[in-house]
């Protein structure tokens, strides 16, 4: 009896802990979808469609390389802050942060940590830079840099 007792109760508890998990689940994806109907209808409401440098880094999504609405999470590795849209994005970067914490400047070619990077918004897509001056660059003529690195 004591055994079929002991048996029921490790049942109710592996149900509860599987519940608790489904719900967890639910509330990151309800999170998720609230993230996305808070973001304006196009990202380049954000940006504005001629572009502009953006001095908050915390409104890129450091994974996707775009610009959302409002400030993203924060994650801190060697030191340094990278900014993604939603949880998915954030377990991604931790699961492969080396290959997602740099980019490549669109004028130059040059390797550049994101983090430190300075960035151009340009319909809705994040573009960072090895310095200022390459910034520069690219804002007199975005269309240039992006049709050639689509190329």
Known sequence: MERIRRTKS????????KRAAIIGVALL???????LL???ASTEDVAGRSGARLSDPT?????????????????EYQGKKYYLCC??????????????????????SAKVDKALAPIYAYRGHAYFF???ESLAMFAQDPQ???RASVH
Request: proline residues 3%.
């Open 130 to 132: 090895a310095s200022e």
């Open 29 to 35: 994806l309800l999170g998720g979808f609230a993230l």
């Open 10 to 17: 490790q049942a109710k508890k592996a149900s509860m802990k």
């Open 144 to 146: 240039r840099y992006v």
């Open 38 to 40: 808070t973001r304006p």
């Open 59 to 75: 409104r890129v999504c450091m994974l996707q390389d775009n610009v959302q609405a409002q400030a993203g999470l924060e994650y």
């Open 87 to 108: 949880g998915g994005c954030l377990a991604a970067f931790k699961a492969n942060a080396e290959q997602y914490r740099t980019g490549v400047d669109p004028v130059t």
